[in-house]
């Protein structure tokens, strides 16, 4: 079993990823925090596997818990699971190590796929005690598809219009965000369609008077 240890300030919040976290084999409770002090206490006597960490906390910020973690060399992952959205954050978040990264509000299926991810390469990493090229190279593997990307859609690609769209201030179309990337409008358009099916955006559709409605895209 994996031990996972959840940080997050709002009970009704908490009670939802411990739900969701109940709906997925092979992942344990093995402890919750509501604030930064009480997390960095437990983390050290639970020693969990995996972390999933609220980025605004009552008396600090989940930077700061993970900024702990590395420093103090604690052997735990990290999924970060906020509302921040700021292009900042989410680099030094990556650049301190975590693993996946979560915008509140997320669907079920996004969760879902986080945390199975997660569990393939721990698994991966649990087996063996020396690993190839090979091995390094299949646990990379493992890393990029964790959104679970079709055939024909790039990375790259899907983390450039993500990133973008985080940074829009108010919800946009396909045509307008290809028109800010400089990418075509069907391209930007298969990407959207994906991450909303794969719940990490959402859609508004505006009706008109005629013609087809419109799809608004938003994080």
Partial sequence: MIKVFIVEDDPMVLDVNIGFLEKIPLFQLCGTALNSSQAIESIEEKKPDLVLLDMFLPDGSGLEVLSWIRMNQVHCDVIMITAARDATTIHE??????????????????????????????????????????????????????????????????????????????????????????????????????????????????YGNVGRPSHYYYV
């Fill in 93 to 206: 978040v990556f650049r301190l190590g975590a693993v996946d990264y979560l915008v509140k509000p997320f669907r079920f299926n996004r969760f879902k796929t986080a945390l199975e991810t997660y569990q393939k390469m721990w698994k991966k990493l649990s087996d063996v005690s020396i690993l190839n090229q090979e091995d390094i190279d299949e646990l990379k593997q493992v890393s990029l598809q964790k959104v679970g990307l079709p055939k024909g859609l790039s990375e790259t690609t899907l983390r450039q219009i993500l990133m973008n769209l985080m940074e829009q201030s108010e919800p946009v179309t396909a045509e307008q965000l290809a028109s800010y990337l400089g990418m075509a409008r069907v391209t930007v358009r298969r990407y959207l369609d994906y991450l909303e099916q794969s719940g990490q955006i959402r859609v508004q559709i505006q």
